[in-house]
């Protein structure tokens, strides 16, 4: 993993917009937003990447299924209020693009948090949209602990019977890259974000978006919401037209989206 902490070092000073301080790469963690927190002391400023993790978690307490070491596992610790998940999205978004063919299927954003395949052109519909990566931001004592997860080399195969209909790898769209590249990538990507205007980041997002103009499920506050996504704003807050005729804003911290 030397190579790796090498590798990222470099690209780390490159990118002077995440003010990064410290690379800690290991080769096996339970999750690497707590390996982050140790790591830096509750500090801004520390990179952790994991060559396996076996114990990641994603948004509202669910579990991240990373298959062994095919999968890319990174945290970034940051100033808190200095990124948002609508910023992050976009950068791991565009990581993942870049590493994917032209003219092939590309990735797009699934509300809140989820990068997902779509088809060029258009937007994907409910039967659609399988997860390629996530991105998941805890903060505690004013830190945001910004955690990303990519499956990059992943076959079929690697994903149980209940994985297959809803993830899938870069490799499998058709990506060449590595795992560290990709890393690199969300590196990079992170810092052009960061130096762009907000109201462009949000614009952006939209034209990533995957779900505004279909029909979905939300459940919040014990409460399922079944209708179409009329916008989604750049809090995250869902503006929902109900099958019932009537509508709804659901904010993004206590809701879930409803898989299909």
Same mark, same amino acid.
């Given at each position: ?5 090498? %590798? ?24 690497? =937003?707590?390996?982050?927190? /140790? ?7 520390? /990179?952790?990447?994991?060559?396996? =993790? ?10 991240w299924a990373d298959t062994g070491t095919q999968g ?21 978004? %565009? ?13 797009? /954003? ?7 395949? %779509? ?15 996530? @991105? ?11 955690? @990303? ?30 795992? /560290? ?41 014990? %409460? ?37």
């Amino acid at each position: 993993m030397k190579a790796w902490a090498d %590798r990222l070092e470099r690209v780390s000073r490159q990118c002077l917009r995440l003010g990064i301080v410290g690379v800690h790469v290991v080769a096996e963690t339970g999750s690497t =937003q707590d390996a982050a927190w /140790l790591a830096s002391g509750g500090m801004p400023g520390w /990179l952790v990447v994991a060559g396996r =993790q076996t114990g990641g978690r994603g948004r509202l307490g669910r579990a991240w299924a990373d298959t062994g070491t095919q999968g890319l596992a990174l945290t970034l610790t940051l100033q808190a209020g200095v990124v948002s998940s609508v910023q992050a999205g976009v950068a791991v978004c %565009r990581a993942v693009n870049e590493s994917l063919p032209e003219g092939g299927t590309s990735a797009g /954003l699934r509300w809140p948090n989820d990068i997902v395949e %779509r088809v060029a052109g258009s937007k994907m519909g409910s039967e659609g949209g399988r997860k390629v990566a996530g @991105v998941l931001i805890e903060v505690r004592d004013g830190v945001a602990l910004v955690g @990303v997860g990519v499956n990059v080399l992943q076959q079929e195969s690697d994903f149980d019977n209940g994985l297959r209909p809803r993830a899938v790898s870069v490799r499998q769209l058709g990506g060449r890259c590595g795992r /560290l590249e990709l890393a690199c990538r969300v590196l990079r990507q992170l810092d052009v974000v960061f130096g762009r205007e907000a109201v462009a980041i949000v614009q952006e997002a939209m034209t990533l978006d995957t779900i505004v103009g279909t029909r979905r499920r939300f459940m919040h506050d014990g %409460r399922e919401y079944a209708g179409t996504v009329v916008a989604i704003s750049p809090d995250g807050t869902i503006d929902l037209a109900l099958d019932d005729g009537g509508g709804a804003e659901l904010p993004a911290a206590t809701t879930a989206l409803v898989p299909e």
